[in-house]
Nanobody, 117 residues
Framework: VQLQASGGGLVQAGGSLRLSCKATGTILSVFSTGAWDWYRQAPGKQRELVASITSGGSKTYVDAVKGRFTASRDNAKRTVYLQMNSPKPEDTAVYYC?????????WGRGTLVTVSS
């Protein structure tokens, strides 16, 4: 199983950006039952959980992004998304996706998001 995150880049504060994380090497039924997370790691800080989406579609968010970020999933495309609206400079970080499938955690390589003020 490989996870490829994409969509990062430079965005102005108040803009929007959508991150994608596509899983390859897994079949639809397994992807559909997986739980998927988005993490981020800012320079000099520990990696933190930003958003989670369960197989049933339930979502949770860290307080810092509630109301601005939205996690979603498209099982048919084996892809999870993180819609970032109204990003702030403090959202600047490398964003990683993580999937829990086959009773194991799989991490993507990360995509850099830089928010300019």
């Amino acid at each position: 199983v490989q996870l490829q995150a994409s969509g990062g880049g430079l965005v102005q504060a108040g803009g929007s950006l959508r991150l994608s994380c596509k899983a390859t090497g897994t079949i639809l039924s397994v992807f559909s039952t997986g739980a998927w997370d988005w993490y981020r790691q800012a320079p000099g800080k520990q990696r933190e959980l930003v958003a989670s989406i369960t197989s049933g579609g339930s979502k949770t968010y860290v307080d810092a992004v509630k109301g601005r970020f939205t996690a979603s999933r498209d099982n048919a495309k084996r892809t999870v998304y993180l819609q970032m609206n109204s990003p702030k400079p403090e959202d600047t970080a490398v964003y990683y996706c993580k999937g829990f499938i086959y009773s194991s955690n799989y991490w993507g390589r990360g995509t850099l998001v830089t928010v300019s003020s």
